[in-house]
C-alpha cells in the first residue's frame, strides 16, 4: 500500500543502513536526494515477489504504480494522463494547483475543457503524432488561465494515451523586453559604429558582441572572463572602475568619455556606457556600449 511506504533520505540512509535496511524488510523505503524521490529499497523477498510479477501488498503497489504516484506528486512539473482520446485520467499536485481545481473535478473531462490553448488545430495534430509515432514532443503554447505566460509542455506515450508534462516559463511580456534588447543591439551594429557587450558583478566581460570585437580585436572567447579595464587606456582606468562601482550599486546608468585599446592597440577616443541589469530583484552585471567620440579640434 502506498501509505506504508516510509522516507528517508540519502544521507540518513547512509548514516543509519542498518535501521533503514531492517524497516525495508517490513514495507518499502522511498530515498531522496536533495528532496526528490531517487530508489525505493525493498526486502529481497519482496524484490523475487516482484521480480515474478506476484507477491504481496508492497510488491503490487510497485508494479500498479503505486509509488509512481508519489514520484509524481513531488516533482515541480504539472502531470496529466490522458487516454486516447484526450480525456484526463490523473494529475499530480502540481497540475492540480496550476489548474486551479481539485483532480476529482479534472478527472474524467477531455482535456479541452480545462486547456482550450492545447487543443488548437496545430497542437491537436501534435498529440495525434504522439499517439501515432510513439515519439516525445516538446511544443510551447499560450496559457488559457494566465494572460501573459506561455507553458512548456512535453508530450509522450504513457500507458494507452499520452502523458503530458507541463511548466511555465517566461513570461509574454519578458520575452518582447528580450527581443527588444537584441534589435536595439542588432541596430547599434548596422547604424552606428558603436561596440556591445556585458559585464558580471566582477567588471568582467560576460558577453562581447561582435561589434565589439570589431573595435578591439580577437574573438569573444579570447575576451571572455577578461575585466573590462584591460580594453581601457591606463589614463581612464580609476575613472572607470569608479564608474562600474556607481552603476553595479544600483544607482542608474552612466557614461564617461575616455579611451580604448584598438586592435592595433592605440587609443581611440570613446564614450563609455553601462546600465545595469538585474536577475529576480538582485543586480547581476550590467549591459556595455561603447561609441567613438569625436576629439574637438583647438
Not at 503524432?129 to 508530450?155: H, K, N, W
Not at 509574454?172 to 523586453?177: A, F, L, N, P, T
Not at 544607482?251 to 570613446?270: E, M
Request: charged share 20%; with cysteine; proline share 6%.
Amino acid at each position: 500500500m502506498l501509505d506504508e511506504t516510509l522516507t528517508t533520505t540519502a544521507a540518513d540512509l547512509s548514516r543509519h543502513f542498518g535501521m533503514w535496511q531492517d524497516r525495508a524488510m517490513s514495507a518499502p523505503v522511498m530515498v531522496t536526494h536533495h528532496g526528490r524521490p531517487r530508489a525505493v529499497l525493498i526486502s529481497v523477498d519482496q524484490y523475487h515477489l516482484y521480480e515474478a510479477g506476484t507477491g504481496g501488498a508492497a510488491a503490487s503497489a510497485l508494479a500498479e504504480g503505486a509509488n509512481d504516484a508519489a514520484i509524481l506528486d513531488r516533482i515541480s512539473q504539472g502531470f496529466v494522463a490522458l487516454d486516447r482520446d484526450l480525456v484526463v485520467l490523473r494529475l499530480n499536485h502540481a497540475a492540480t494547483s496550476y489548474l486551479g481545481r481539485p483532480a476529482d473535478h479534472a478527472i474524467g473531462k477531455p482535456l479541452a475543457t480545462l486547456y482550450p490553448a492545447l487543443l488548437d488545430p496545430t497542437r491537436s495534430r501534435i498529440f495525434a503524432q504522439v499517439l501515432r509515432t510513439g515519439e516525445r514532443i516538446r511544443f510551447e503554447a499560450p496559457s488559457s488561465l494566465y494572460p501573459d505566460q506561455m507553458v512548456r509542455i512535453d508530450a509522450f506515450p504513457h500507458a494507452e494515451g499520452l502523458g503530458v508534462l507541463f511548466h511555465a516559463v517566461a513570461d509574454v511580456e519578458s520575452r518582447r523586453q528580450l527581443s527588444e534588447c537584441d534589435a536595439l543591439r542588432a541596430l547599434f551594429a548596422v547604424s552606428l559604429p558603436a561596440g556591445t557587450g556585458r559585464i558580471s558583478l566582477r567588471g568582467s566581460f560576460a558577453r562581447v558582441d561582435p561589434s565589439l570585437l570589431a573595435m578591439i580585436g580577437g574573438t569573444a572567447e579570447d575576451w571572455l572572463a577578461t575585466p573590462l579595464i584591460e580594453i581601457v587606456a591606463a589614463p581612464d582606468r580609476a575613472a572607470l572602475t569608479r564608474l562600474m562601482e556607481r552603476v553595479l550599486e544600483g544607482h542608474g546608468a552612466a557614461a564617461l568619455p575616455g579611451a580604448i585599446l584598438g586592435a592595433d592597440g592605440a587609443p581611440v577616443p570613446v564614450t563609455i556606457a553601462l546600465a545595469e541589469t538585474r536577475a529576480a530583484f538582485a543586480i547581476d552585471g550590467a549591459e556595455l556600449l561603447i561609441t567613438p567620440r569625436a576629439i574637438e579640434a583647438d
